[in-house]
């Protein structure tokens, strides 16, 4: 199992921007998806952005355009860079990471955004 600690969550105002990261603790076969997926009060837990060992990224159609996936695979680390933050996007940010065979191998504790308008 991998452990991962997530930081940098926080309260911005609309139109602004905040950074993710989320350090993996574990082999590089059990990382080698690493993802983000957010939950909104009331909503179900969606999937934002992955990116596999070869920073080849996938983004939902909601956060395509504004916000960045990347990953430092020297440090076991997933960054979320979100630019032009709206109210919905208010919602408790949780990093996963899977094996190349998709078995999820972590969950990070979350962290929570809040976008003001």
């Given at each position: 199992?991998?452990?991962?600690?997530?930081?940098?969550g926080?309260?911005?105002?609309?139109g602004?921007?905040?950074t993710?990261?989320?350090?993996?603790?574990?082999?590089?076969?059990?990382?080698?998806?690493?993802?983000?997926?957010?939950?909104?009060?009331?909503?179900?837990?969606?999937?934002?952005?992955?990116?596999?060992?070869?920073?080849?990224t996938?983004?939902?159609?909601?956060?395509?355009?504004?916000?960045?996936?990347?990953?430092?695979?020297?440090?076991?680390t997933?960054?979320?860079?979100?630019?032009?933050?709206?109210?919905?996007?208010?919602?408790?940010?949780?990093?996963?990471?899977?094996?190349?065979?998709?078995?999820?191998?972590?969950?990070?504790?979350?962290?929570?955004?809040?976008?003001?308008?």
């Amino acid at each position: 199992q991998v452990q991962l600690v997530e930081s940098g969550g926080g309260l911005v105002q609309a139109g602004g921007s905040l950074t993710l990261s989320c350090a993996a603790s574990g082999s590089s076969s059990s990382v080698f998806f690493m993802g983000w997926y957010r939950q909104a009060p009331g909503k179900q837990r969606e999937l934002i952005a992955t990116i596999t060992r070869a920073g080849n990224t996938n983004y939902a159609d909601s956060v395509k355009g504004r916000f960045t996936i990347s990953r430092d695979n020297a440090k076991n680390t997933v960054y979320l860079q979100m630019n032009s933050l709206k109210p919905e996007d208010t919602a408790v940010y949780y990093c996963n990471t899977r094996s190349e065979y998709l078995s999820i191998t972590g969950w990070g504790q979350g962290t929570q955004v809040t976008v003001s308008s």
